[in-house]
């Protein structure tokens, strides 16, 4: 690791809270997120005190009414906060996010009753959700999933298996998406689901290539019952609810990428200027330079275009394809980012030593995440071009 320590991002917030929120950040990530993350990261071990300090400092709720114990701050913020917990660790940041994804079915369309008896808990209480959509045979073909909710008397029983579940048994609720009607996107419902809930049960982790500390798990539901009180939305509106929660997931993905990114640049910038070859800084030769500019030039672009997508979000404008834009852009830029900064370290790039090879290996699940970028190309055409003819 290099001693340089690194610049804040220069950032344009809109009041003085925000510029005290993100400082506030910035300290936690620096002084309990950034020093053991290497050592974290590669024995494994997933940080939930991390989570329970954000917690009880009110980062866990932010984008949330503080009526229910939210932060009340728009996404323009909420993301920026993002982008500093994932610089500093990426489980922690993509944590957060979909923690956040999690609390965003009953946020948005829980019963007022619901709300208030769930929600405080979840956004500020020291839970942590996970959420279920994804199955073995249902990745991007998501309206295919199979688990089923089985309405009996005044309760549903659900049946079937999860994948891909970041906080897979670990978390203390699972926003879960079941089939309880026909075929396809209008028979799936939503449901919020206690992680204590008879039935319910999480495999062993994946083996992963990288974020080796945060745990993704498949979720086995094994005649889970849950009272018709924690059925989220109406019955067939569960796939339009996992849609909007997607879109803004995107956004929480596109803001852990640039933060992802900025550490690698970072501490490439830190070795190239500190690094002496032929009697000078490997900084002054010109490949070096315009490497470490376009990294730079790429990270911004990111950036802008994630909060571009924010602030639409915030006003109540459509944000749907920004979200997929932004998305595609800004975790296609953390790949090229991080793989150039384990090339400006040379040789020691590929060492354990520095922390450039964990950045490439974790930015690589970033275009796979929350839909792969294949599926963000689609939605973006489908946009511009309209659907697909069949």
Same mark, same amino acid.
């Given at each position: 690791?290099?001693?340089?320590?690194?610049?804040?991002?220069?950032?344009?917030?809109?009041?003085?809270?925000?510029?005290?929120?993100?400082?506030?950040?910035?300290?936690?990530?620096?002084?309990?997120?950034?020093?053991?993350?290497?050592?974290?990261?590669?024995?494994?071990?997933?940080?939930?005190?991390?989570?329970?300090?954000?917690?009880?400092?009110?980062?866990?709720?932010?984008?949330?009414?503080?009526?229910?114990?939210?932060?009340?701050?728009?996404?323009?913020?909420?993301?920026?906060?993002?982008?500093?917990?994932?610089?500093?660790?990426?489980?922690?940041?993509?944590?957060?996010?979909?923690?956040?994804?999690?609390?965003?079915?009953?946020?948005?369309?829980?019963?007022?009753?619901?709300?208030?008896?769930?929600?405080?808990?979840?956004?500020?209480?020291?839970?942590?959700?996970?959420?279920?959509?994804?199955?073995?045979?249902?990745?991007?073909?998501?309206?295919?999933?199979?688990?089923?909710?089985?309405?009996?008397?005044?309760?549903?029983?659900?049946?079937?298996?999860?994948?891909?579940?970041?906080?897979?048994?670990?978390?203390?609720?699972?926003?879960?998406?079941?089939?309880?009607?026909?075929?396809?996107?209008?028979?799936?419902?939503?449901?919020?689901?206690?992680?204590?809930?008879?039935?319910?049960?999480?495999?062993?982790?994946?083996?992963?290539?990288?974020?080796?500390?945060?745990?993704?798990?498949?979720?086995? @539901?094994? *005649?889970? +019952?849950?009272?018709?009180?924690?059925?989220?939305?109406?019955?067939?509106? /569960?796939? !339009?609810?996992? #849609? &909007?929660?997607?879109?803004?997931?995107?956004?929480?993905?596109?803001?852990?990428?640039?933060?992802?990114?900025?550490?690698?640049?970072?501490?490439?910038?830190?070795?190239?200027?500190?690094?002496?070859?032929?009697?000078?800084?490997?900084?002054? @030769?010109? *490949?070096? +330079?315009?490497?470490?500019?376009?990294?730079?030039?790429?990270?911004?672009? /990111?950036? !802008?275009?994630? #909060? &571009?997508?924010?602030?639409?979000?915030?006003?109540?404008?459509?944000?749907?394809?920004?979200?997929?834009?932004?998305?595609?852009?800004?975790?296609?830029?953390?790949?090229?980012?991080?793989?150039?900064?384990?090339?400006?370290?040379?040789?020691?790039?590929?060492?354990?030593?520095?922390?450039?090879?964990?950045?490439?290996?974790?930015?690589?699940?970033?275009?796979?995440?929350?839909?792969?970028?294949?599926?963000?190309?689609?939605?973006?055409?489908?946009?511009?071009?309209?659907?697909?003819?069949?």
């Amino acid at each position: 690791m290099t001693d340089r320590t690194p610049q804040p991002v220069d950032r344009q917030l809109p009041t003085d809270e925000a510029r005290d929120l993100l400082a506030l950040v910035r300290d936690i990530a620096q002084r309990e997120i950034a020093p053991k993350a290497a050592e974290d990261e590669d024995t494994g071990r997933f940080p939930r005190e991390i989570f329970t300090l954000l917690s009880e400092s009110g980062l866990l709720g932010l984008p949330y009414d503080s009526e229910y114990g939210g932060g009340d701050q728009p996404y323009e913020i909420y993301l920026q906060v993002l982008e500093e917990l994932a610089a500093a660790r990426l489980t922690v940041g993509l944590g957060v996010s979909v923690h956040s994804l999690s609390c965003h079915a009953l946020a948005n369309y829980g019963s007022k009753q619901q709300q208030v008896e769930f929600l405080p808990d979840m956004l500020g209480g020291g839970l942590l959700g996970a959420y279920c959509l994804s199955e073995p045979s249902s990745g991007s073909d998501a309206a295919s999933l199979r688990t089923k909710a089985v309405r009996e008397g005044d309760d549903w029983v659900i049946t079937g298996t999860k994948a891909w579940i970041t906080h897979g048994g670990v978390a203390d609720f699972y926003t879960v998406m079941a089939r309880t009607g026909a075929e396809g996107a209008r028979g799936i419902t939503a449901f919020l689901v206690p992680a204590d809930a008879e039935g319910l049960s999480a495999a062993a982790p994946e083996k992963k290539m990288g974020m080796k500390g945060s745990p993704t798990a498949q979720v086995h @539901f094994d *005649g889970v +019952r849950v009272p018709d009180e924690r059925r989220i939305g109406d019955e067939g509106q /569960g796939f !339009a609810i996992a #849609l &909007a929660a997607l879109d803004s997931g995107r956004l929480g993905i596109a803001a852990c990428a640039i933060g992802l990114a900025q550490a690698a640049l970072d501490e490439a910038l830190a070795y190239a200027t500190g690094r002496q070859q032929f009697g000078r800084p490997i900084s002054d @030769f010109q *490949g070096l +330079r315009f490497l470490l500019a376009d990294m730079a030039t790429q990270i911004e672009a /990111g950036r !802008a275009l994630y #909060l &571009a997508a924010a602030r639409l979000r915030d006003v109540g404008r459509p944000f749907a394809k920004q979200a997929a834009m932004a998305k595609l852009h800004c975790t296609d830029t953390a790949m090229k980012v991080t793989t150039d900064a384990v090339q400006v370290l040379g040789g020691y790039g590929y060492t354990a030593d520095f922390p450039v090879e964990r950045y490439m290996r974790e930015a690589k699940v970033l275009q796979i995440v929350e839909g792969t970028n294949q599926i963000q190309r689609m939605v973006i055409a489908r946009h511009l071009a309209g659907p697909e003819t069949r």
